[in-house]
């Protein structure tokens, strides 16, 4: 294995990643893990297990960290925002300008990035789950579903319920009142990933979205989100090939492009 | 007045409470100008008569405690006509001023509590809810309000108040005032301006009767002339922000900026912005910025989060940013040359129609344009606020307008102008974050 020179360290609201590259910009080493309430010890314990970076003096290669946690890391350490290392890692894997839709755990993000992999433009959802992650977790889990699961079934149904509400909590009592009508679990599903991904389309159009369209973070693995908000916004989703990897990525990219200059 | 009453209001204010707090600028001064007295490296130290600012806001609200021992007392709205009260002797009050004093010093959310615990919507403004939840509790940052006699709403500013001084004037039992001030899509027509005047002169009649005495025109004109002169030195002192560095931040006139609302049309006010200029281009000669180190210059909209004023500007300046000006700030300021002395009824009537909050949201996507041009601002914040509608409509347009034509990456930030519960730390810390390293690229 190559050696790792730069690392990512991404502390999400829901998960934890770290990433370590190689010389040349490849991912080399990886972990996700759920975010512990003890974000400070989880991020030293995960560092210090990185191959040959220091053990548990802590590495002695440079990181970046991003995500709500990146100011628990040891001063030392470069703090970066999610926004900046989500389009750096993404328009490293996909080497493309356009606009990037980024569902994390806890908020979504629509940034627009320019052909020098700048960040021009973002949007994010403010105050309220609605249009992001934890929204299809908790409507998931009332159906006793994986988030995954949950997703194929509303891919396998003809038919859509209109689901008016895209605050998480009073979604969560539509969904029961419509099965109490007796509509299919399908058909519900469907309507709250669509529910998701007009809340989602409505950002990015509100950020002026330019094509190609992206994805990344956890959402981007949910195939009816990503289908539906294809036929949303009436383009194609291009998709890394570690989605959920490109916040510490981009974070490793950004600490090896400081250990450079 | 009574001439016991007279000479209480005097003792307790002219001569005990004057002195006093002549005694306390002393002392700040003396504080300010010890070495080591200003340990932020990342803002410079304090203009040196930010202490005679603290001397007038105290002065202003002692008054008012002592208003009850004979001076007439009327609530008005920011944006309402005050210098035929002024020259009618009315101690003058701003509900809006004092609920920004709660939210600085950290009531606001208790205040807005109450006045939902009341039956008050929490989708109500947040100024609103505080000045309601301090009728209410009699709570307040500054020791005590004095009760009105008379309620000027100027609508010129949002439809909010009109609601509001109506629960006000119920609460109360005193004559409500309202002027109704047509907005303007794009200029004053002569009937808008005339039917304003007429408002204004009927105005004059009731807060005459409530005052007991004729309004003298000489007054009136002394008291529109030193609107005129406070809103030239005003004007100035935010220009002193075009230059590099600038001497001055948005967040410092957010407080300097108390004097021309409430205490316009005041002779102090006049010499308090002369001595503030005097000063600030004395900076300027010297080129001392009010960010130590500034790398960059930002422009804001809308009203200010009161409640998170310091840690916003700290934040910004450890950042080398400079936020150089403000169309909030730039509203008190930018009708100076409407106000005429000599007509002052007329020029009332024309002034207190153009507001920024009366004119239409391309009047002020213009406004922004010019001010991000004449202060070379990198970029551009725009405060979202959420109790205040009728300056955060459009902005979404604004912002990718701003970026579009003009090349300024602009931020909308949400936030509330006072209540800390619609206030998120870490999301604003994350997107003003995000903002700054797209300026950096």
């Known amino acids: 294995m190559s050696t790792v020179v730069a690392i990512g360290a991404d502390a999400g609201s829901t998960t934890t990643k770290l990433v370590g590259i190689s010389h040349d910009g490849v991912i080399v080493w990886e972990t996700i893990e759920p975010t512990e309430p003890r974000m400070r010890e989880q991020l030293e314990r995960l560092l210090a297990t990185i191959p040959g970076s220091g053990g548990s003096a802590g590495p002695t290669v440079p990181v970046v960290a991003t995500g709500y946690g990146r100011n628990l890391v040891d001063t030392k350490h470069r703090r970066v925002t999610e926004i900046t290392c989500h389009a750096t890692g993404v328009y490293r894997s996909i080497r493309s300008s356009g606009t990037l839709i980024d569902i994390g755990g806890q908020d979504s993000k629509v940034i627009v990035i320019d052909a020098a992999g700048g960040v021009v433009n973002f949007a994010m959802n403010d105050k309220c789950a609605a249009g992001t992650g934890r929204f299809l977790e908790v409507v998931a889990a009332r159906m006793r579903e994986s988030v995954q699961d949950f997703a ?76 539906l908000l294809e036929n949303e916004l009436g383009a194609a989703i291009r998709l890394p090939a570690k989605p959920q990897l490109m916040g510490a990525y981009g974070a490793a990219l950004l600490a090896l492009r400081r250990a450079a200059a | 007045m009574s001439l016991a009453n007279q000479l209480r209001y005097h003792l307790n204010v002219s001569i005990v409470g004057n002195s006093v707090l002549r005694l306390q600028r002393w002392q700040g001064e003396w504080q300010m100008s010890r070495p080591g007295s200003w340990q932020n490296a990342h803002i410079a130290p304090p203009v040196a008569v930010a202490p005679r600012l603290k001397e007038l806001i105290s002065r202003h609200y002692l008054k008012g405690q002592y208003a009850h021992l004979g001076r007439k007392v009327a609530w008005v709205t920011s944006g309402a006509p005050v210098e035929f009260l002024v020259a009618l002797g009315y101690f003058v009050l701003y509900p809006e001023n004092h609920a920004a004093v709660c939210g600085i010093r950290r009531m606001s959310e208790s205040l807005c509590t109450a006045a939902e615990d009341a039956g008050y919507s929490p989708d109500l403004c947040s100024y609103a809810r505080t000045d309601i939840g301090s009728v209410l509790t009699g709570k307040t940052p500054v020791g005590k309000v004095p009760r009105p006699d008379v309620l000027v709403c100027c609508t010129n500013i949002c439809q909010t108040v009109l609601f509001w001084y109506r629960v ?100 102090f006010t006049v010499d308090y912005y002369a001595a503030l200029l005097a000063e600030l281009e004395q900076r300027k000669a010297n080129n001392i910025g009010a960010v130590t180190v500034e790398s960059k210059r930002l422009l804001w909209d809308n009203l200010p989060v009161w409640h998170r004023v310091r840690w916003l500007s700290e934040m910004l300046a450890e950042r080398q940013v400079a936020l150089v000006a403000s169309t909030y700030t730039n509203a008190w300021g930018e009708l100076a040359h409407l106000v005429d002395p000599e007509r002052p009824m007329e020029s009332a009537a024309t002034v207190y129609l153009h507001p920024i909050l009366n004119r239409g949201t391309g009047h002020k996507l213009k406004t922004m344009r010019r001010m991000v041009d004449d202060y070379q601002a990198d970029g551009v914040i725009l405060h979202s606020d959420r109790s205040c509608k009728p300056y955060s409509i459009g902005q979404i347009g604004q912002r990718n307008r701003l970026a579009d034509e003009l090349g300024a990456p602009a931020l909308l930030l949400e936030a509330d102008h006072n209540d800390p519960r619609a206030f998120s730390n870490e999301q604003v810390a994350t997107r003003l974050s995000a903002f700054l390293e797209l300026l950096e690229k």
């Open chain 1, 152 to 227: 194929a079934l509303a891919l396998s149904s003809p038919e859509e319920v209109a689901i008016s509400n895209t605050c998480t909590v009073f979604a969560e009592s539509e969904m029961v009142s419509l099965l109490a009508q007796g509509h299919a679990i399908e058909s519900i599903s469907r309507g709250l990933h669509r529910a998701l991904a007009r809340r989602v389309a409505s950002l990015a159009r509100s950020a002026g979205a330019v094509a190609p369209l992206m994805m990344s973070g956890g959402g981007a693995h949910n195939v009816a989100l990503r289908a």
């Open chain 2, 168 to 267: 006000l004037a119920h609460h109360f039992n005193v004559p409500l005032i309202v002027i109704d001030t047509p907005f303007l899509y794009t200029e004053a027509t002569e009937r808008a301006v005339a039917y304003v005047k007429a408002q204004l002169e009927d105005a004059v009649i009731v807060a005459e009767r409530v005052a007991g005495r004729s309004l003298g025109f000489d007054k009136l004109k002394q008291a529109t002339r030193y609107s005129r002169q406070a809103c030239e030195l005003w004007m100035k002192i935010m220009e002193c922000g075009q230059h590099r560095p600038a001497p001055i931040t948005a967040f410092d006139e957010f407080f300097h900026m108390a004097p021309i609302v409430e205490m316009r049309g005041e002779a």
